[in-house]
């Protein structure tokens, strides 16, 4: 495999994070356009300065990107729709970093955004994919916690893991989330409240899934010298990873695509795992944490139990996880909940974290996965980011 090209000289900036709400009246298109108006505000740019962008979200209706230009009143040169769920926000980076490198675009706005009327999580459920409305739908099996309660048990009766060692990660996230403004978790989590939590589906129960909600995430894609014009914050892009229906050989998923590609993640960065000062996972439920920690390298396959007992994952702690909450403590905004990690990320390198600032943090790596079939989530990538 030949050596992928870097990305220098093309950064991004202007993380933007629309305040999340339990249940919504407004549709994606208001929180989509919140976003974009609040990151071009924070650049100080203007909708005619955008000639790209890129937009994710599972509630548009009939919507895609395209009918959001006229929508908006944009005219991009270079436009992307990505319906990767809990991947997008690394994807987006990395098509738009390309856009941009190429120059087909030199602003490019990423945005992603979800809205949340009561039921709408139910009905969205009923025609996710062509699985879920032919196979597990009609089955009463819908939703992702009958197939992550598999993906657990699996993993539990394999490596060893217990309900406490996916305690230890929830508790972190709630703690670091406490001083976020716009985490909907807002109480300290205790142990003994986590594993007296309600059942949902054995063995995951409610601590462990991710609650639905409305709200927006957006950053801004652009080369170097603009950002620097600007007065922007920036962080630069070291390395980026993608892969789809990894190791479709598996019986049962334990193990991403991420354990495909993460040599060349690190080899592209010019890094080790050792060398990641702050990790942003994609957190719907513990145990997909738990199997980033080892395709990523920071520890070896089914060791991550004995990982998560020997290191703190708070914002303070000797390995910061998750630091704005993630989507467990914070909400899943649909998909704006792929970009959660990496609109945290970017706000920690660049010294504007609305909760707990990880001292002298340098580089950051971010994880995504989404669409959930049955037994596997089909997208995964990963991102480093550097401080400038």
């Not at 970093?97 to 709408?120: E, F, I, K, M, Y």
């Amino acid at each position: 495999m030949s050596r992928r090209a870097g990305y220098e000289g093309v950064v991004v900036a202007a993380p933007t994070t629309i305040a999340y709400e339990r249940y919504s009246i407004h549709d994606a298109h208001w929180w989509i356009g919140r976003a974009l108006r609040a990151a071009l505000a924070a650049a100080g740019a203007r909708p005619s300065d955008v000639d790209g962008l890129c937009v994710s979200s599972f509630s548009l209706g009939a919507d895609t990107a395209v009918g959001l230009t006229q929508h908006f009143g944009l005219s991009p040169r270079w436009l992307d729709h990505i319906p990767m769920g809990g991947a997008c926000g690394v994807v987006a980076l990395r098509r738009a970093a390309r856009a941009v490198q190429a120059g087909d675009a030199d602003l490019v706005a990423c945005v992603a955004g979800d809205t949340n009327p009561p039921d709408s999580f139910r009905r969205q459920l009923t025609g996710f994919s062509r699985f879920a409305t032919d196979a597990t739908y009609p089955y009463a099996a819908a939703g992702p916690n009958g197939s992550f309660a598999l993906l657990t048990d699996a993993y539990m009766r394999k490596h060893g893991a217990t309900r406490e060692d996916f305690g230890r990660l929830c508790i972190a996230q709630r703690q670091n989330a406490l001083a976020v403004p716009h985490a909907l978790m807002k109480r300290p989590l205790t142990m003994a409240q986590y594993l007296a939590a309600r059942p949902i589906a054995d063995p995951v129960a409610l601590f462990d899934c991710v609650m639905p909600c409305a709200g927006a995430e957006a950053f801004l894609v652009m080369r170097e010298e603009a950002a620097r014009a600007q007065g922007l914050a920036y962080a630069q892009i070291r390395a980026t990873i993608e892969r789809h229906n990894a190791f479709p050989e598996d019986p049962i998923q334990q193990r991403g695509g991420w354990a495909m590609d993460r040599d060349e993640l690190y080899a592209m960065a010019g890094t080790t795992p050792d060398g990641i000062d702050i990790f942003e996972s994609y957190d719907d439920y513990p145990v997909i944490i738990m199997m980033q920690l080892e395709d990523l390298g920071f520890c070896a396959k089914g060791e991550a139990p004995d990982f998560v007992r020997g290191h703190d994952f708070t914002v303070t702690g000797d390995f910061p996880h998750n630091t704005s909450g993630g989507q467990l403590s914070v909400g899943q905004a649909g998909a704006a909940g792929g970009y959660l990690g990496l609109v945290e990320a970017l706000r920690q390198l660049t010294g504007q974290a609305l909760g707990g600032q990880v001292k002298d943090a340098a580089t950051a790596l971010i994880s995504g996965f989404g669409m959930i079939n049955y037994d596997r989530g089909l997208c995964t990538g990963a991102a480093i980011l550097g401080r400038a």
